[in-house]
């Protein structure tokens, strides 16, 4: 990893997340998703399709944004 990254937890599987607009990847069965490249000392929104989350899923917020270190990682919960 060259710049940062960030772990995300949704606790939901299968969960569609974007990285400052642009699809990225979903989280895995447990709910995770490692997002690298991230900008490293800028801000980088983090966003979760709410549409792709299980119906019994309870997510109290869709999108945040995080600024992490170079080579630095950062939780992400939402």
Same mark, same amino acid.
């Given at each position: 990893? &060259?710049?940062?990254?960030?772990?995300?937890d949704?606790?939901?599987? $299968?969960? =569609?997340?974007?990285?400052?607009?642009?699809?990225?990847?979903?989280?895995?069965?447990?709910?995770?998703?490692?997002?690298?490249?991230? &900008?490293?000392?800028?801000? $980088? &929104?983090i966003?979760?399709?709410?549409?792709? =989350?299980?119906?019994? =899923?309870?997510?109290?917020?869709?999108?945040?944004?995080?600024?992490?270190?170079? &080579?630095?990682?950062?939780?992400?919960?939402?």
């Open positions: 990893i &060259r710049g940062a990254f960030a772990i995300l949704v606790d939901a599987p $299968n969960v =569609a997340v974007s990285h400052d607009g642009r699809a990225i990847g979903s989280t895995d069965s447990h709910g995770r998703l490692l997002i690298a490249d991230l &900008r490293p000392y800028e801000m $980088n &929104r966003a979760i399709d709410l549409d792709s =989350a299980p119906l019994q =899923a309870t997510i109290p917020q869709t999108e945040t944004s995080v600024r992490p270190g170079r &080579r630095e990682g950062a939780h992400v919960r939402l």
